[in-house]
């Protein structure tokens, strides 16, 4: 079973750039599948924001590509969600979430992970 913490939210200005950690216990995550997740006011349900498979290969959320990456250092157990140009609308509660396998052909919904972190909150000012 795997165990996933978050770090690194916190409250910024529109424009600004941050990074989410998440690390991973547990288990060696050369094999997993990784994605981040967030949940908005408003909406239901968790919206999902990047995806990567143990391949390497990542895919995102039309809402944040070219301003998002996601990576991960297997030899670390952490998986990174890198924000940049952050705007008010990326507010949310962040979350990591993990399923052993290195592809998924659907790395951006819920249902393609098994384990989940608690999440970390990102607020965005304008």
């Known amino acids: 079973q795997v165990q996933l913490a978050e770090i690194g939210g916190g409250s910024v200005h529109a424009g600004d750039s941050l990074r989410l950690s998440c690390a991973a216990s547990g288990a060696a995550i050369f094999n997993y599948r990784f994605g981040w997740f967030r949940r908005t006011p408003g909406k239901e349900g968790r919206e999902g924001v990047a995806g990567l498979s143990g391949y390497g290969h990542s895919v995102y959320a039309d809402s944040v590509k070219g301003r998002f990456t996601i990576s991960r250092d297997n030899a670390k157990n952490m998986i990174y969600l890198q924000m940049t140009n952050l705007k008010p609308e990326d507010t949310g509660m962040y979350i990591c979430?993990?399923?052993?396998?290195?592809?998924?052909?659907?790395?951006?919904?819920?249902?393609?992970?098994?384990?989940w972190g608690q999440g970390t909150q990102v607020t965005v000012s304008s």
């Open positions: 979430a993990a399923a052993p396998g290195p592809v998924s052909e659907i790395l951006l919904l819920p249902m393609s992970y098994n384990y």
